[in-house]
């Protein structure tokens, strides 16, 4: 326990959470997100995410008033060939009456500490404006930018726009397949997509199963993306804004396959989709090695993506030439 004094001298503890928080944790998610299906979200990410179960850590005032709360969801990452405990960060929450006065930044401070006990790497993600400030004071580095990429699908009214998208389509080549109950193919892909990624989240068969399929919100489909019949990648996508853009949350590919699946998903937004235009959220650094104006995308906008390691920690997690990183190292299931 950390008992901590803001500028006031108003007490307040900051401590980690134990099973008998559930109640006031998931009040305090209620409060956050508002119209969220608690219980589900609280099986899905709090209890049965493969990296295991959120560590959560709660600040109470002086009266014993429970003032916010931080979480870490533990993701598994692929680091230079092996794997490595890490986590999201997430649901970070002071009530209104406690803002601004240091409490966001006492608890990613708490969480830091605590990483070495819990064996977590890395805390990581892209964070809303209003938690940028209180991470970065709770020891968070601003490692470089997500940025997201846009790439027209249908252009002007319904007809033109639909041929203009059948001119521009990439011809002939991959499919996308629904992935099936903790799909083999997803492994296959995975297998070999890691022989090109020095620092991303693991995107196994396990890791679809329960990112995709099982996710509360049902909002991104999981599919394998295959070459005459041989699986070269795999995908999410969401459609948002009532249809009109379909946003890609996850890709991964085999080596030398990338522009192959982004050809593939084009293709199937085209066909089987009526969205105007495809999306996807990548690092940027890594974005632009992947040339993603090949296939036709734009850069649209970024937003800082931060990393926090402890103090003695592993500095590779620091490296922005390693990150890999999509929706899918996101705590939220769907975008809408
Ligand atoms: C984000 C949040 C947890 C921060 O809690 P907090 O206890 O107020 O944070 P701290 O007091 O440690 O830090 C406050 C700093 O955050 C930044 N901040 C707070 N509100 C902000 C706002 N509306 N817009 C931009 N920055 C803001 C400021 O830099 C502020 O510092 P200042 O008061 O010196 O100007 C709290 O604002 C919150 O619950 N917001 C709603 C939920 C949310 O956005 N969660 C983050 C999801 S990633």
Known sequence: ?????????????????????????????????PGCDVAAR?????ETNPGGPALTWLASAATGEVA?????FPFRLWLDGEEVRAALGGDGYVRPAFRRRGLGGLL??????????????????????????????????ELGTVARY??????????????????????????????????PRVDTVWMEAKRDLRLAAIRDAKFYQWRFRDAPAQREPGYVILDDHRPIGACALESLRGGDELHIVDVVAV????????????????DRTRARSLTIKLFTN??????????????????????????DGDRRFLDPQRWF??????DLDTLE
């Open 1 to 33: 326990m950390v008992a901590t004094k803001h500028e006031r001298n108003e007490a307040f503890v900051v401590r980690e959470a134990t099973i008998e928080d559930r109640a006031e944790i998931e009040a305090l998610i209620a409060e956050m997100i």
């Open 42 to 46: 609280w099986r899905w990410l709090y």
């Open 68 to 72: 916010g709360c931080t979480s870490y």
């Open 108 to 141: 990613h401070d708490a969480s830091r500490r605590a990483m070495p006990a819990h064996q977590i790497g890395c805390m990581y993600g892209a964070p809303g404006a209003m938690n940028l400030t209180p991470l970065k004071h709770g020891g968070s580095r």
């Open 150 to 183: 846009v790439r027209p699908l249908r252009v002007g009214p319904s007809v033109v726009g639909n041929l203009v998208a059948r001119a521009t389509r990439p011809r002939g080549g991959a499919t996308l397949e629904p992935v099936m109950e903790l799909d």
């Open 255 to 270: 080596p030398g396959r990338w522009h192959a699946c982004l050809d593939a998903i084009i293709r199937h937004a085209g």
């Open 286 to 311: 890594d974005a632009r090695r992947r040339r993603m104006w090949q296939s036709g995308f734009i850069e649209r906008g970024t937003k800082p993506f931060l990393c926090m390691i402890h103090k």
């Open 325 to 330: 990183y999509t929706g899918a190292d996101a």
